[in-house]
């Protein structure tokens, strides 16, 4: 959660404060969701999925938008001990400690980071709350950050999405070279095709319309009253495209979670976190059950500070079609993807971090599946842009589940 931007730096700002009078930036968007809608309408009316992707892609990478390289910035990684009354202590929970590293840079422009993915070719992609993308590249161990990029995320018209009051860039979730950015405050998803024009990609919505529902009013039908800051920050999609939301203020004991196809309407219908913290960030892999199954590993941490706590936890996630209801014959890609649903048929703490004394504000966690059946986990910690945090990235294996 953004609490405070850097300052020194040239950004543009748009100050669209929450229902506020339309600017004329906000009507020029929404001219061009306009473009949008009506090529996402006719992917549905094909019943294929290519189509709408494509719409997206689009309009994320404008014909003639030229490729755009993101700026090269330095980067320090201090390494640092899970516990440092005891550096040789590594097992904490079901988690093995691989690394851990203090993240700085003379850029004023790094900090804020709240989600982080792996990349294919195993190096790394975070968000900044202020509204930046971040490459992390990583030595031969796969662990040290050596090099960084940084660049503007732009709105759908081009304009920076940075300096933009009440708009919190926090969740990240990547398939191939698009990028899916979780908003606060203006409660929204954004697609950016980063692997297609580079810096230079827009953040093309993933509704439009009547196409699907925006978040803000997929909370209201799911009865969840969702503040500004408390908004979707855990994104997560599988590489099938069903895009899972969750929420981070806690229903009673639980956390609401969306597991959609990313061209359907969120249903926050799944209920996960027992008892654990706020729910900030989640990532899944494949089950080697198949069928559409996930593993999914969620962050949690405690937003008052008193409270502390930090925790790991995983929910094994199945797929099946949805049997309740009578949806008659199948029109199409889209509509059998409509009919799908997950259930919840497992989950476990892995870790509470706290117990070691980590305090950082962990709120993005990234997952990939190793060669030999381990689980890697990185966690990225958002300093806020204050002298008094940290931006703290920790690196953990899980065993290979006996299954």
């Avoid at 094909?46 to 892609?57: Q, R, V």
């Avoid at 919190?168 to 606060?184: D, P």
């Avoid at 949805?322 to 509509?335: C, I, K």
């Amino acid at each position: 959660m953004r609490q405070a931007v850097p300052t020194g730096q040239a950004v543009a700002e748009r100050r669209v404060a929450v229902n506020a009078p339309k600017s004329v930036a906000v009507a020029e968007a929404e001219a061009s969701n306009r473009v949008i809608v009506s090529a996402a309408r006719n992917a549905k009316r094909t019943g294929n999925l290519e189509p709408y992707l494509k719409a997206l892609s689009d309009a994320s990478c404008p014909v003639g938008t030229p490729v755009r390289a993101a700026d090269a910035i330095s980067i320090t990684a201090l390494p640092t001990a899970l516990q440092p009354s005891d550096p040789a202590k590594r097992k904490i929970g079901s988690l093995t400690y691989v690394a851990g590293y203090q993240l700085s840079s003379t850029d004023a422009r790094f900090g804020g980071l709240s989600g982080i993915e792996v990349l294919d070719n195993g190096d790394l992609l975070a968000v900044s709350d202020a509204g930046y993308f971040v490459w992390m590249d990583l030595a031969d161990d796969g662990l040290t950050p050596v090099t960084a990029r940084l660049s503007t995320m732009r709105d759908i018209t081009g304009q920076a999405l940075t300096g933009v009051a009440g708009d919190s860039a926090e969740g990240l979730a990547i398939n191939g070279g698009m990028a899916l950015v979780s908003f606060e405050g203006n409660h929204r998803v954004l697609a950016f095709d980063v692997g297609k024009c580079g810096a230079a990609a827009r953040g093309a919505p993933i509704v439009f319309g009547n196409y699907g529902l925006p978040l803000r009013e997929a909370y209201e039908d799911a009865r969840i009253a969702v503040d500004p800051g408390n908004g979707s920050e855990p994104l997560a999609v599988t590489k099938d495209w069903f895009l899972f939301t969750g929420i981070e203020k806690k229903q009673g004991h639980l956390n609401a979670l969306s597991a959609r196809p990313i061209e359907s309407e969120p249903e926050f219908d799944l209920l996960v976190g027992v008892d654990a913290p706020e729910f900030a960030g989640i990532d899944i892999l494949p089950d080697q059950q198949g069928n559409g199954a996930v593993r999914a590993f969620l962050i949690h941490r405690a937003r008052d500070a008193k409270d502390g706590r930090i925790w790991v936890t995983e929910t094994d996630l199945q797929r099946h079609e949805d049997r309740t209801r009578d949806y008659g014959p199948v029109r199409g890609e889209m509509d059998a993807r409509s009919r799908q649903r997950y259930t919840e048929t497992g989950w476990r703490e892995l870790a509470q971090l706290n117990q070691f004394g980590v305090v950082d504000q962990f709120e993005g966690i990234a997952a990939r599946q190793m060669s030999d059946g381990r689980v890697r986990l990185y966690l990225i910690s958002d300093d806020d842009y204050s002298a008094d945090k940290r931006t703290v990235m920790m690196v953990f294996d899980l065993a290979k589940p006996l299954r």
